[in-house]
């Protein structure tokens, strides 16, 4: 017991200067954002621009093409890191995410469904979105329950579910293939193209989402511990793993309504947070939030300008930097497993 609360247990001061350091950074990759592109501007001129009072090429490029989407790619950087962290305290398991246990696809499939089958109700996309991942969640628990919850088949549940809804997207997009130009985008995860408007409705759904996940520190936290603990503790852990379940899969929906299909960042994000702070949801959850905001808008600004006149996709840049990853993952957990036995 000692051993555990040790583990969990964090340095204030050094996980405040790890928030500060991670703020400095968010505001130094900012400005690097809205300084680079297919036109790069000096930091003078972007000064003068956005404090003048005349209308320029300069200040309608910042603040209508790449202001919106510096903010967009920091709030769904926070959402998913959030998620990611919220569903691997539910499941007891490092490698649970969004993306690889299917939340983020059933978000997915249902979003891609209205947008082209029903494309009237776009409006309603994130509604759809949530509808869709709490639905894959419940299929997740569903198909993982045996006595209880184990997080192999958690992940092996996961990839049945995202193989499954997989072949449905594919089946749709042979049968409506001549409207596949706005869904390719959103299945590849991209910020292109997104406007003030989606930043509104980002805002207000990824501030309730945030505000919620931060409510569900102790929850996380218990969890944990193991069902015997906590339900010794007096946590009814049913009902916490529902509601922790249920903020993770809003935070994914919100996120995919808008940016589309961008995975592993819930997946890699609060492990390097663990390595940082600790696994205290107290000093984690905070963490993950702000490196998740700054990784995805490294992403972002990579995938828009390391290829001169061509935009690679946040959702590509974050797979094939996030994969090499999540298998590093494996083999250290395998190799750890070895070493235990």
């Given amino acids: 017991m000692n051993r555990t609360s040790q583990k969990r247990g964090f340095n204030a001061l050094k996980v405040g200067s790890i928030w500060l350091f991670l703020l400095l950074l968010m505001a130094a990759l900012s ?13 003078g001129e972007i000064l003068r621009a956005v404090f003048s009072g005349e209308e320029s090429t300069i200040k ?12 967009l790619a920091l709030l769904i950087g926070a959402s998913l890191s959030a998620s990611g962290a919220l569903l691997q305290s539910v499941m007891r398991n490092p490698l649970a995410d969004p993306g690889t246990i299917g939340v983020s696809a059933g978000a997915g499939t249902a979003a891609t469904t209205i947008l082209l089958l029903f494309p009237h109700l776009t409006n309603s996309v994130p509604i759809f979105a949530f509808g869709g991942a709490a639905l ?8 993982a329950w045996k006595g209880g919850v184990d997080p192999v088949r958690i992940i092996l549940s ?45 805002a207000v759904y990824a501030g309730i989402g945030l505000v919620l996940s931060f409510a569900c520190i102790k929850s996380a936290n218990t969890l944990q511990l193991g069902d015997e603990m906590a339900k010794s503790l007096g946590v009814k852990v049913s009902l916490s793993r529902v509601c922790l379940s249920a903020v993770s899969a809003f935070l ?11 995975g592993f960042v819930g997946l890699v994000v609060p492990h390097i947070s663990r390595i940082l702070v600790g696994s205290d949801y107290k000093a984690m959850l905070p963490t993950s939030v702000l490196l998740g ?49």
């Fill in 31 to 43: 400005l690097v954002a809205v300084s680079v592109g297919s036109a790069g501007y000096s930091l």
């Fill in 60 to 71: 309608v490029i910042i603040f209508n093409l790449r202001l919106p989407r510096l903010l």
């Fill in 136 to 143: 894959a969640c419940a299929l997740i628990y569903m198909l």
């Fill in 158 to 202: 996961g990839v049945a579910i995202n193989s499954v809804l997989s072949a449905y997207n594919s089946l749709l997009q042979l049968l409506n293939s001549d409207s596949l130009e706005g869904v390719l985008a959103f299945m590849n995860g991209s910020l292109s193209g997104r406007s003030w408007q989606q930043v509104k409705v980002l």
């Fill in 252 to 262: 994914a929906a919100a996120t995919v309504s808008v940016a589309g299909m961008i």
């Fill in 293 to 341: 905001a700054d990784i995805l808008l490294v992403a972002d600004t990579v995938g828009r300008t390391i290829v001169p006149g061509m935009e690679i996709p946040v959702g590509i840049v974050m797979a094939v930097t996030g994969g090499p990853f999540f298998l590093y993952m494996l083999r250290k957990k395998g190799s750890v497993r070895g070493n235990q036995s």
